[in-house]
């Protein structure tokens, strides 16, 4: 008797071997049979005739750390195929924190992730966090060590030099976030604190994680050019001896993709263990103090705040807003509701009716919003993604902020399936097995999800079921609230989480995610 069968389907294994027809029986969490099951007893079914049934999809790029912890069933995310989150990426998240340090982050991440102050409820440690959310959500959720958290246990908020006796506190701090269950070390290296990381203290810090050989996971330093953060990433990972993986790579024109690929392919696969991720569309999002001169930095977050009327910073601020096109630059989201007219407005529109230079205009506002203001880059399609979508080394990370309002990225609604229907059945640009493959096989044995990744007799039931004549993305920057198509059915650890494209209801079997734990 299984509890579970999903009747003739094309499965599409994630491990790139060919499609096939088969049956398959669910018992408990695990896929217990995978073979022509007629007359077999179950108690429920699905008819997965003529839709593809592969391994859940992963994200290993996501900022849903505290959206998770209000909206545990997150469709926006659900309806693409994804069963499994990574969190706490970009070096920035809730945890670890001590009494001197949380409410900085809650300050800071509020363009992010929204939390407020009032929803802390004691946390510390990453296991504290995760602990928040295991078996809470329809989602499977993993992690990593955000390094800014760290670094500031240690040293403190500031730009400082770690002694040598700090080091050691920096490398025990990560061995703990893996003994919690991270999966490696994250950085995002034009971001508070650890903007101001020497290489050497970074290489210092990913030693904590050599024995696991968890993986170095950055945000590179863009401020230097995104070829030297490549580079600066791939020597951190030789000299530390760990994996390497580049988060939300690109290029902007055609010579930059051509050197980046060069140095992947000549350089960084031979001296490390290297990959990267990559959202299917050229336009990108972060926070407005961002944007900052990383001075603002100097005294800690809070103290931030304070810094923004200083004619000095702001001559420097708007040093930097002269070289940016603030045309194709617009809000997405912020907190004040008398502000809300603002979204999917460009920054150059909104300049223009202060009648005020844009470092002033601009600085006021973070100043009314509390720091919290969230912009999308928006930029036209023009294909210099596709170089990396079809790298060997790529694997999914959507970078996906949700919030239920304002107009943000569409890469939160549409990623997955954006890669599924523009890429491989429009453009043809890889095939669906391949497609598959880095959305769930390669991640999965990348961050030593065991028993995930995979259909495959033993392996945990984490499923999805589409058409692959239709799933689409229909978010668009415009109208980005708009959930995908052809994504039928989802299922995580055994439990149908989304049936014919709509929710079930109160069903929440996600758990957390340990590296090389099954």
Same mark, same amino acid.
């Given at each position: 008797?299984?509890?579970?069968?999903?009747?003739?389907?094309?499965?599409?294994?994630?491990?790139?071997?060919?499609?096939?027809?088969?049956?398959?029986?669910?018992?408990?969490?695990?896929?217990?049979?995978?073979?022509?099951?007629?007359?077999?007893?179950?108690?429920?079914?699905?008819?997965?005739?003529?839709?593809?049934?592969?391994?859940?999809?992963?994200?290993?790029?996501?900022?849903?750390?505290?959206?998770?912890?209000?909206?545990?069933?997150? /469709?926006?995310?659900?309806?693409?195929?994804?069963?499994?989150?990574?969190?706490?990426? =970009?070096?920035?998240?809730?945890?670890?924190?001590?009494?001197? *340090?949380?409410?900085?982050?809650?300050?800071?991440?509020?363009?992010?992730?929204?939390l407020?102050?009032?929803?802390?409820?004691?946390?510390?440690?990453?296991?504290?966090?995760?602990?928040?959310?295991?078996?809470?959500?329809?989602?499977?959720?993993?992690?990593?060590?955000?390094?800014?958290?760290?670094?500031?246990?240690?040293?403190?908020?500031?730009?400082?030099?770690?002694?040598?006796?700090?080091?050691?506190?920096?490398?025990?701090?990560?061995?703990?976030?893996?003994?919690?269950?991270?999966?490696?070390?994250?950085?995002?290296?034009?971001?508070?604190?650890?903007?101001?990381?020497?290489?050497?203290?970074?290489?210092?810090?990913?030693?904590?994680?050599?024995?696991?050989?968890?993986v170095y996971?950055t945000?590179?330093?863009?401020?230097?050019?995104?070829l030297?953060? $490549?580079?600066e990433?791939?020597?951190?990972?030789?000299?530390?001896?760990?994996?390497?993986?580049?988060?939300?790579?690109?290029?902007?024109?055609?010579?930059?993709?051509?050197?980046?690929? =060069?140095?992947?392919?000549?350089?960084? $696969?031979?001296?490390?263990?290297?990959?990267? =991720?990559?959202?299917?569309?050229?336009?990108?999002?972060?926070?407005?103090q961002?944007?900052?001169? /990383?001075?603002?930095?100097?005294?800690?977050?809070?103290?931030?705040?304070?810094?923004?009327?200083?004619?000095?910073?702001?001559?420097?601020?708007?040093?930097?807003?002269d *070289?940016?096109?603030?045309?194709?630059?617009?809000?997405a989201?912020?907190?004040?509701?008398?502000?809300?007219?603002?979204?999917?407005?460009?920054?150059?529109?909104?300049?223009?009716?202060?009648?005020?230079?844009?470092?002033?205009?601009?600085?006021?506002?973070?100043?009314?919003?509390?720091?919290?203001?969230?912009?999308v880059?928006?930029?036209?399609?023009?294909?210099?993604?596709?170089?990396?979508?079809d790298?060997?080394?790529?694997?999914?990370?959507?970078?996906?902020?949700?919030?239920?309002?304002?107009?943000?990225? &569409?890469?939160?609604?549409?990623?997955? &399936?954006?890669?599924?229907?523009?890429?491989?059945?429009?453009?043809? /640009?890889?095939?669906?097995?391949?497609?598959?493959?880095?959305?769930?096989?390669?991640?999965?044995?990348?961050?030593?999800?065991?028993?995930?990744?995979?259909?495959?007799?033993?392996?945990?039931?984490?499923?999805?079921?589409?058409?692959?004549? *239709?799933?689409?993305?229909?978010?668009?920057?415009?109208?980005?609230?708009?959930?995908?198509?052809?994504?039928?059915?989802?299922?995580?650890?055994?439990?149908?989480?989304?049936?014919?494209?709509?929710?079930?209801?109160?069903?929440?079997?996600?758990?957390?995610?340990?590296?090389?734990?099954?």
């Open positions: 008797m299984f509890d579970l069968i999903i009747r003739s389907g094309t499965i599409v294994d994630g491990q790139k071997r060919p499609r096939y027809h088969a049956d398959i029986g669910i018992t408990g969490d695990r896929i217990t049979a995978i073979e022509s099951l007629a007359g077999a007893e179950t108690h429920a079914e699905i008819d997965a005739a003529d839709c593809v049934v592969a391994p859940g999809f992963i994200d290993v790029h996501t900022h849903s750390d505290a959206v998770l912890l209000t909206q545990p069933h997150l /469709l926006s995310k659900t309806t693409q195929g994804f069963t499994t989150e990574f969190l706490m990426l =970009d070096g920035i998240s809730y945890a670890p924190v001590n009494a001197q *340090t949380v409410h900085a982050w809650i300050q800071y991440l509020r363009a992010l992730d929204g407020r102050f009032e929803q802390y409820t004691g946390w510390e440690s990453i296991a504290d966090f995760m602990r928040l959310l295991d078996g809470k959500t329809a989602q499977n959720v993993a992690t990593f060590v955000p390094y800014a958290n760290v670094r500031t246990l240690a040293l403190g908020f500031g730009e400082r030099n770690a002694n040598d006796y700090q080091l050691v506190d920096l490398q025990e701090l990560v061995r703990q976030g893996m003994r919690d269950g991270a999966c490696g070390l994250s950085t995002g290296l034009d971001y508070v604190d650890e903007c101001f990381a020497t290489t050497d203290e970074l290489v210092a810090a990913a030693l904590g994680m050599r024995a696991e050989q968890g996971v945000h590179v330093r863009y401020a230097r050019g995104t030297e953060g $490549v580079k990433a791939v020597d951190i990972g030789r000299r530390a001896g760990v994996p390497v993986h580049i988060s939300h790579l690109k290029g902007n024109t055609e010579a930059e993709v051509e050197a980046l690929i =060069d140095y992947i392919d000549l350089v960084a $696969v031979n001296e490390v263990d290297f990959s990267f =991720d990559v959202y299917p569309y050229m336009g990108s999002s972060t926070m407005l961002y944007l900052l001169p /990383l001075e603002v930095w100097n005294d800690g977050v809070l103290a931030a705040y304070g810094k923004l009327t200083a004619p000095a910073l702001r001559e420097r601020f708007q040093r930097r807003l *070289t940016m096109d603030l045309k194709q630059i617009t809000f989201w912020m907190p004040g509701r008398h502000n809300q007219h603002l979204c999917g407005m460009t920054l150059e529109k909104y300049v223009s009716r202060t009648r005020r230079r844009p470092a002033d205009a601009l600085c006021d506002l973070l100043i009314e919003e509390g720091m919290a203001v969230l912009l880059f928006q930029r036209t399609e023009d294909g210099l993604e596709a170089e990396f979508l790298h060997p080394c790529y694997m999914m990370g959507s970078d996906g902020i949700f919030f239920p309002s304002g107009k943000i990225h &569409p890469r939160q609604y549409g990623s997955a &399936p954006r890669l599924l229907g523009h890429y491989v059945r429009r453009k043809r /640009l890889m095939s669906l097995e391949d497609a598959v493959y880095k959305l769930s096989g390669f991640p999965a044995a990348r961050h030593k999800l065991r028993g995930r990744g995979a259909v495959r007799k033993g392996y945990f039931a984490d499923l999805v079921i589409f058409d692959p004549e *239709t799933v689409h993305d229909n978010a668009t920057f415009d109208d980005p609230h708009q959930l995908s198509s052809g994504v039928e059915h989802v299922i995580v650890n055994g439990v149908p989480i989304l049936k014919e494209g709509k929710p079930v209801s109160g069903a929440l079997p996600g758990r957390y995610l340990r590296f090389g734990i099954e």
